[in-house]
Each structure stands twice: as structure tokens, then as C-alpha cells.
């Protein structure tokens, strides 16, 4: 019997992984989703199509070159098949002009144990990225007895999905600090919506980023979902865009979780995770005041790395303050340049969906640990 799928938090032994692909990659147009996402002062607001090739061709350099430390190192690496990203999505509900990418893998697919769960994005342009991930999925499915292939309810984001006019141009930072903070977002709670990268799995607990890409009636749907899991809502105020949970809150070992120090979590969240023996230190500053050009992510992706074991993590080559933080906490680094492909949609955990890690489902929290902290 072939067992390829399991994996149920981000640092036990890493032995399967998906690495993206940039091929089509495209800035989509605005649309409800985007237009909140991308920070105003952006170039890629107002523009649209498929990204120069020049830089698709920098960026499959590097995720080349990530697949080949991986399989150096024994993990075995399967790869997308991308679509021609540059076309429309027509559905009953919306148009938009054109696709995404195959880049991150993270945001699309969701394994927890043997199954692989593809996300009820809410992004238009996103609406059928997971397309890309189906042969693989296939694959899994028919060599693997025990793989549970699953989807979210597939949302269908019209216009009741968004908040009308929530985006303005003159608002300034503190005020969208305040609505963030307040869990002011622009979806809506019609229906289900989350992207796999907002949920953090530490075995028995999923701890779901409520932001910009995920709401509370997915957390409602994972708790149904899931009843022997327990599923809790984090919010991390200070962050002017909440969009995905791994630049913020990222597990290095059991016991042990950077946190992007502008993004604090709450106090009184803070304290159930230190009762059971967690420590939170604060990540390293960003060696980059600005992200490369033409990327939707803040400086923060220093801190998206991937884990390979409890000893050992991948951090973006020219981040040294991370990776001499890395090293002070005990972990041995391999550095790997990763700024090209950011703009495609992330850094080194982004680019990387989990297939297949060694360990099962632990426990890592007392049952009544989260008591009222437990949002959902
Ligand atoms: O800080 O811009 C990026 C996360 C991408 N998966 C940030 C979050």
C-alpha cells in the first residue's frame, strides 16, 4: 500500500512537497478582493495582463533551484501543471478579465492528515487556480488508498461576497489599522470563504487568520468539518493588510513560534500558548525596507520559511537578520535566494504546499488551554 499524503503541522520531517511554478503568471485586474489587497501607493494598481517574461523566467530560476536543494536533500518535489493564466473567468455570478498564477501553492491546497483540501478562495481571479494542482491531486488519489480529495463549498462571489465601496483612497493608515483591529474586512459573511495559507495546523489545532481572504463562516465550516479538531480564531491587529497567516505567526519547532513583531498576538492569546510550554519571540527585522518590485507582499516575507525538521529551515538568501536569528534559536539554515519569485506570490512557504511529513496528529494543547480565547 503506497501512503503518500499526511502532514499535520509545518515542522515535523518535511518528505513530500508541491514547489509552484511562475509560467502565465499575470497581475489580475482590480476587482473587490484585489483592490483591498494591493497597498495603494502600488504600480500594479491600474495595470494588468500577463508579468514581463523576463521575470518569470528569474522566478522559475529560483523555484528550479528550491526543487533541486529539496531533492538533494531527499524530499521528494512534485510541480504544477500551469494554465494559460492570461484568460477570463465567466461565471453566472462575475467576469473578470484574467487569471493568476501557479506560484503559491499555499493558498490553494489545505492538508491536514491524509486529506488534501482545496480552498473556497476569494479572489475572482483565483476562482479556478486549483485547476493547476489536478493531475498531482489524480495521481495521489490513485495511488494512495487513504487520500481523502476534498473541496470546500465552492463560493460563488458575486457582488453580496464584498463590501461595496469599502476600499477608499483617502483612507489613511491609522484608520485602516482601526478597521482591521475592529475586524472590519471587505468580504462579507454571505458565504464561505478562506484561502488554505490563513490556517496555521498544529496538530489537533487549526488557527485560522481571520483577514482579508478568510471570515468567520469558514471558521464555522471548519469547526462542522472537522468536530475532533479544535479550530480557533486569531486576529493579529497592527496589521494593515491581513492577508495570510505564515509572514506573521510561524512555527520553527514544537514549543517554539516567531512572531512578526509588528503583528503581535493579543495578550490574552499570548498567555494560553505560554501555559502550555510555547514560546513566542519576536522575528528578526526584515533586511529590506521594500519589497522587489511588482509584489503583493510586505517585507515581512523574511520570516515565510519552510521548515524541513525540527533542526533545520530554508530562509531567503539575503535575509542574514532572520537567519542569524534562526541560528541563535538552534536551527541550521540553508539559505536560498527567493526575492525573484516573491512577486509571483510570496516567499519560501508560500511556494510550497505539504504533501507528505513524518508524525501524527499531536496534541500540543490541554484540552480546556484556550477556555474563553477560543473565538470562534
Ligand atoms: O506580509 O504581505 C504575505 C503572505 C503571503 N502568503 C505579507 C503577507
Known amino acids: 500500500m503506497t501512503k503518500i499524503v499526511n502532514s499535520w503541522n509545518d515542522f515535523d520531517p518535511l518528505k513530500h512537497v508541491i514547489v509552484g511554478r511562475a509560467d502565465h503568471s499575470c497581475i489580475p485586474p482590480e476587482e473587490p478582493a484585489t483592490s483591498e489587497k494591493v497597498p495603494i501607493d502600488s504600480p500594479m494598481r491600474g495595470s494588468w ?12 530560476a529560483q523555484l528550479d533551484n528550491l526543487v533541486k536543494i529539496l531533492e538533494e536533500r531527499g524530499v521528494k518535489v512534485d510541480r504544477p501543471t500551469p494554465l494559460q493564466w492570461n484568460a477570463p473567468v465567466n461565471t453566472p455570478d462575475f467576469r473578470t478579465e ?44 490513485d495511488e494512495d488508498p487513504e487520500f481523502l480529495w476534498s473541496q470546500a463549498p465552492r463560493p460563488r462571489l458575486s457582488d453580496a461576497s464584498y463590501k461595496h465601496n469599502y476600499y477608499d483612497e483617502q483612507i489613511s493608515l491609522e484608520e485602516r489599522l482601526e478597521r482591521t483591529a475592529a475586524k472590519d474586512f471587505v468580504t462579507t459573511e454571505k458565504e464561505i470563504l478562506f484561502d488554505a495559507a490563513d490556517v496555521l495546523r498544529l496538530g489537533k489545532d487549526l488557527f485560522i487568520q481571520h483577514g482579508l481572504t478568510t471570515n468567520r463562516k469558514a471558521m464555522e465550516w471548519f469547526k462542522r468539518r472537522y468536530p475532533d479538531l479544535r479550530v480557533h480564531a486569531v486576529n493579529f491587529p497592527g496589521d494593515p493588510y491581513p492577508i495570510h497567516i505564515d509572514a506573521t505567526f510561524v512555527p520553527l519547532r514544537p514549543g517554539l513560534i516567531i512572531n512578526n513583531p509588528h503583528r503581535r498576538l493579543p495578550d490574552d492569546q499570548r498567555a494560553v500558548f505560554e501555559k502550555n510550554g510555547w514560546e513566542i519571540v519576536d522575528a528578526a527585522q526584515p533586511a529590506h525596507t521594500e519589497p522587489p518590485p511588482l509584489c503583493y507582499s510586505s517585507v515581512w516575507l523574511s520570516m515565510n520559511c519552510l521548515v524541513l525538521d525540527h533542526k533545520t529551515v530554508i530562509v531567503e538568501g539575503s535575509e542574514v537578520h532572520q537567519q542569524e536569528q534562526m541560528d541563535k534559536l538552534g536551527m541550521n539554515v540553508i539559505p536560498i535566494d527567493f526575492r525573484d519569485a516573491y512577486p509571483f506570490g510570496g516567499g519560501l512557504h508560500c511556494a510550497t504546499a505539504d504533501v507528505n511529513r513524518e508524525g501524527d496528529c499531536e496534541e500540543y494543547f490541554t484540552d480546556t488551554a484556550f477556555g474563553d480565547v477560543t473565538l470562534v
Open 98 to 141: 484574467s487569471m493568476m498564477t501557479a506560484m503559491p501553492p499555499r493558498d490553494v491546497l489545505l492538508t491536514i492528515g491524509n486529506e488534501i483540501v482545496e480552498a473556497a478562495m476569494s479572489f475572482r481571479c483565483r476562482y479556478w487556480e486549483y485547476l493547476a494542482y489536478r493531475p498531482l491531486l489524480e495521481r495521489y488519489f
Open 49 to 60: 495582463g500577463p508579468r514581463p517574461l523576463e521575470t518569470v523566467e528569474k522566478a522559475n
